[in-house]
């Protein structure tokens, strides 16, 4: 028995016509004149103002903390140190005596210089009344002035010799650290303790070449802190910042290390026990400035695209269409995660700043952060 296949032809003209049919029944419920549009969804980006945020940067520079004051005092005089009145880490105050030496010998030719003195004193005293009576020549008075006057600065010598056997503070502060032992012999000038003034610190930095070429030489202290806000953050607080200013800056490099020391001041903080030597940074805002000396425009490197040809643009948005358009821009230095723009760009223009490769000419945009 044979199987019979069963074939079924198709009517192509059949078919035709049953789809225009369908299709023509769709546009008729539509209506007459109507036509079916779809409807431009803007996308979302970030965008950035040129010349409000994009030209600061922010720059750390390592350093150590340093007391405001720091002094090694010694005696002006020579002799055994007969008495330490203070101790290592001891606050004094200013003109508080902090070391005596033995002052015997001191004494001693004082109370010679006084008794030498005095015995001039009379000398000229009596001259002076013989004077007056005629009895002596007026040179003899004036010899005898000018040996009073002698005795009466040896005796003023011999008296600050004898009050520098007391060291005193010359300003307030923490005896950091004791150089020499009780009862030692010293040497005028020796240093026998350091004195440390931590009511105000100091930051010292060392800034490269690269970062000291990007100031103003022109502006003086108090124009330079305005403009780059220094703050000081100590190593051991984290990321807490303490408002400083700017108090020294050297003239020349250091020969060696080809870097620039500037140093910024600090309050002493009431809540935290921040010492002389602890390491820490300054924080400082920096303009950049282009290769040229003069100041210029610069971005984030990231919102920079390069084309076919390898040309940088940005995408500019059109606030009024938030259309974004491609603009060609000169790039000048390149540091870190910023870019100087030389040309191509001004003040206040608005760029696209997210999914910058993503994005394509006269596409609708809108602004995540103002939606």
Request: charged share 25%; aromatic share 6%; hydrophobic share 40%.
């Amino acid at each position: 028995m044979k199987n019979k296949s069963t074939t079924f032809s198709v009517n192509r003209p059949l078919v035709i016509a049953a789809f225009s049919m369908i299709v023509s029944v769709f546009v008729s419920a539509c209506g007459p004149g109507e036509v079916v549009e779809r409807t431009e969804v803007a996308r979302p980006v970030k965008m950035i103002s040129v010349g409000e945020k994009s030209n600061d940067e922010t720059l750390e520079i390592p350093g150590s903390v340093h007391a405001a004051q720091s002094a090694e005092l010694g005696f002006e005089v020579a002799g055994q140190m007969s008495e330490r009145l203070i101790e290592e880490g001891q606050v004094v105050a200013a003109g508080e005596v902090i070391a005596r030496l033995d002052a015997r010998d001191y004494e001693v030719r004082r109370d010679r210089a006084r008794a030498t003195r005095d015995t001039a004193k009379a000398d000229y005293d009596r001259y002076s009344t013989a004077y007056a009576a005629n009895a002596v020549t007026e040179q003899e008075v004036s010899r005898a002035k000018g040996q009073y006057d002698v005795a009466q600065a040896d005796l003023d010598v011999a008296q600050k010799a004898l009050d520098d056997t007391q060291l005193r503070a010359p300003f307030g502060g923490r005896i950091a650290r004791r150089l020499v032992d009780d009862f030692a012999n010293v040497n005028a000038k020796q240093p026998v303790v350091v004195l440390q003034d931590e009511s105000s610190l100091e930051l010292r930095v060392d800034v490269s070449e690269r970062d000291w070429v990007q100031g103003d030489s022109s502006l003086s202290r108090d124009e330079i802190t305005k403009k780059i806000k220094p703050r000081v953050r100590v190593a051991s607080l984290g990321q807490r910042q303490f408002p400083a200013y700017l108090k020294e800056l050297s003239a020349s490099a250091d020969p060696v290390t080809r870097t620039y020391r500037v140093t910024f001041g600090f309050a002493s903080p009431a809540d935290a026990n921040v010492s002389p030597g602890m390491t820490g940074s300054a924080v400082v805002d920096r303009h950049r400035r282009n290769m040229t000396g003069a100041a210029g425009l610069a971005l984030p490197s990231n919102v920079i695209v390069a084309d076919a040809d390898g040309n940088p643009f940005v995408w500019i948005v059109d606030t009024t269409t938030m259309r974004v358009s491609k603009r060609l821009v000169e790039l000048g230095e390149l540091s870190g995660d910023h870019a100087n723009i030389v040309s191509g760009l001004t003040g206040g223009d608005r760029i696209v700043a997210s999914g910058v490769n993503s994005v394509t000419d006269n596409m609708l945009v809108r602004d995540i952060e103002n939606n």
